[in-house]
């Protein structure tokens, strides 16, 4: 979690106080809490080698970047999609790969992944609801 650079997602405003156990709003969304993503990412119990779904979650998915071999994030929101791609690319990140859509549809042409981290807190889970 330390190697991702929290303040390059925040808003220029709130740069100073990116690296707080905060959620932060961005482009409408939010960047969830640190701790909360910790967590979760914790209770994968990942090896290294995972392809992981994350969705949506454009930090914490940098940050997962750093722990296994691929990751898959979608963003509803296409302009946070475009700006996320940049970034990744931007930080040299080669693993993470960004799609612009509803993530209740998944992404069928990367299935199947080894775990899924979501970040969101959606209203229904599909094909549970």
């Not at 991702?4 to 709130?14: I, S």
Request: without cysteine.
């Amino acid at each position: 979690m330390s190697k991702v650079e929290r303040h390059l997602f925040v808003p220029k405003e709130l740069q100073p106080s990116a690296y707080a156990d905060n959620p932060f709003p961005w482009g409408g969304q939010t960047i969830s809490q640190p701790y909360i993503v910790a967590l979760m990412t914790e209770l994968l119990e990942l090896k290294g080698e995972e392809k992981v779904w994350n969705g949506p979650g454009q930090l914490s998915g940098s940050h997962l970047a750093e722990l296994v071999k691929e990751v898959y994030t979608i963003e509803i929101v296409e302009t946070l999609a475009t700006s996320a791609r940049k970034l990744f690319l931007q930080m040299g990140y080669q693993n993470i790969h960004v799609k612009a859509g509803d993530g209740y549809a998944g992404w069928p042409e990367v299935a199947p992944v080894d775990a899924i981290i979501v970040t969101a807190a959606p209203d229904h889970i599909p094909g549970l609801s």
